[in-house]
């Protein structure tokens, strides 16, 4: 008897302690700020006044964290009440996210049903564009039932600029005739797919209608309309002016800069500007303008233009990307061939969506260096000014990550290499192990040494070395026996030049401004 007690006093003792094991205790839920950053983290663009935190550009929000079951938004106030105005949720990650729509103010719930309880992440953003016609929201608190806390960014940071195309007008209706709230979904235009096809923040900074020149108007409008067209827009901090309200200029100082700004508008311009003649002229005096104000804001910024096929001045977009620099100066082009308008009223429909925002993604991912930032190491540097002949070179070299700096502010141009400094720069830029004439890698570098180990770089890519002229070098009884096919070869490729027409020099030192601009044009021109 007193066994069979014992028995049952452990058995007891174990399903009391796989009880306490299956069970957790339920937090109280509680109210937390998101005017501030100590339990949210924000998303985009937003702007806090005195109703709250607004949720208005397409894509901004704000993502935290919780251990918990249930998390709520209030929405403190909104114009328009009558409208809907549509959010995305996505939990934990969740490509699939959850929409529901927001008419007035109070409490809404982040999630269509309790989660279960453990960590979770919940994302919350604006899907509807904000405009004259379906007004503005404004957010104070969450509410959960543990503690939240703000998520860390992501390491890649992308703007998107735009008009309709990037907000997502029409995006979920196949052929519609218009754009509403209930068929406009941010979260589905292509930047959105982008974003997450490259696993990056972004803000969307994109109205319907707006262009870079002219806004959208019916054709038989006497006036085109020029007012807030999307350059000035991109200043700001919120997309609506409500009443007489103006919203604050953005902060660019207290702000991250993008690794890549895109830059999709001139459709508007082109609907609006054909019927009075007005023609890409202009639009490619303000493109070139605004790309202009992009670089000097975001010197270190990637800008990719954007264009479809046509009905946009593509023609004038790729000239005004000439005219800024093009690659040289970190900008950018690509016309999204997957562009189909099969959404609401010419539009892409989200599955066409995915497809661009893939392409752009992919686009984007092939910019060499592109998250290391444009340009990053030039601005620092105290011994390269941009009327230095060897300017552009270290530009691309740093660029492209082929060479590093001497110190964080100096790239010693001027100094000389020695060969063992040419042979890491070749080993970590181009994968390839060289050999000298001698074993002595503390030498300085001649002229034909770096010939010599640059035909070697090629071989090492499959290339076929052999020259197929003799240039008739004056000084050709200088060259050392084993360079000889290297210099020629080299120069066939006219990866290094002659001095004074026929000299080549072959025993001159060079320098770090040489190497420079010998591997740029290595990597253009021996291919």
């Not at 929409?99 to 809404?108: A, E, H, L």
């Not at 957010?139 to 959960?144: R, W």
Request: net charge negative.
């Amino acid at each position: 008897m007193k066994k069979s007690s014992k028995v049952l006093s452990v058995a007891l003792a174990l399903c009391m302690m796989l009880s306490l094991m299956s069970f957790h205790v339920v937090a109280a839920e509680a109210e937390y700020s998101v005017l501030n950053d100590a339990y949210v983290r924000v998303i985009g663009r937003t702007e806090v006044i005195t109703e709250g935190r607004s949720i208005n550009w397409s894509q901004a929000g704000i993502e935290f964290k919780f251990t918990g079951t249930t998390a709520y938004v209030n929405v403190s106030s909104v114009t328009d009440a009558e409208t809907n105005k549509y959010f995305n949720v996505s939990v934990d990650g969740n490509p699939e996210c959850y929409r529901f729509k927001v008419n007035g103010t109070g409490w809404y719930s982040l999630v269509e049903a309790p989660l279960t309880y453990g960590e979770h992440t919940i994302r919350f953003t604006r899907s509807s564009e904000a405009n004259a016609s379906t007004g503005t929201v404004y957010i104070d608190k969450i509410k959960t039932d543990g503690e939240p806390s703000p998520t860390p960014e992501k390491e890649r940071f992308i703007e998107f600029i735009g008009d309709s195309y990037t907000a997502g007008y029409g995006n979920l209706e196949k052929g519609g005739s218009k754009k509403t709230p209930e068929n406009t979904d941010a979260w589905r235009a292509y930047a959105g797919y982008t974003m997450r096809k490259l696993n990056a923040d972004g803000n969307i900074v994109a109205i319907s209608g707006r262009g870079i020149a002219m806004n959208y108007i019916n054709p038989d409008v006497a006036n085109p309309s020029t007012k807030w067209l999307m350059p000035e827009r991109w200043l700001y901090a919120d997309v609506y002016n409500r009443n007489s309200y103006i919203p604050s200029e953005w902060n660019f100082d207290a702000q991250r800069d993008p690794h890549v700004v895109t830059v999709f508008l001139g459709t508007n311009d082109h609907n609006g500007t054909n019927p009075r003649g007005t023609g890409g002229e202009l639009v490619k005096k303000k493109y070139t303008e605004f790309l202009k104000q992009l670089r000097e804001e975001y010197p270190h910024t990637y800008i990719v233009a954007i264009s479809k096929p046509s009905g946009c001045f593509p023609e004038e977009v790729t000239q005004a990307v000439k005219d800024c620099g093009g690659e040289e100066n970190g900008i950018y082009r690509i016309i999204l061939t997957t562009f189909v308008g099969d959404g609401a009223d010419g539009h892409p429909y989200y599955t066409t969506a995915e497809k661009m925002g893939l392409e752009l993604a992919d686009f984007i991912e092939k910019i060499p260096n592109v998250w290391k930032g444009y340009n990053l190491n030039m601005g620092s540097l105290s011994d390269v000014k941009n009327t230095d002949w060897y300017y552009n070179a270290v530009k691309y070299v740093l660029d492209g990550g082929l060479m590093k700096n001497t110190t964080d502010t100096t790239f010693a141009p001027l100094s000389e290499v020695t060969r063992n400094e040419v042979s890491d720069t070749l080993k970590s830029a181009f994968g390839c192990d060289v050999n000298f004439s001698d074993s002595d890698l503390s030498k300085t570098v001649t002229k034909e040494e770096l010939a010599y180990v640059l035909t070697q770089c090629a071989k090492a890519k499959g290339m076929d070395t052999t020259p197929l002229k003799k240039y008739p070098f004056k000084d050709k009884d200088e060259f050392s026996d084993w360079a000889v096919d290297s210099i020629y070869y080299m120069r066939e490729k006219l990866v290094m030049f002659d001095f004074g027409g026929l000299t080549f020099e072959p025993k001159t030192v060079i320098t770090r401004a040489d190497l420079a601009s010998n591997i740029r044009r290595f990597v253009e021109r021996v291919k």
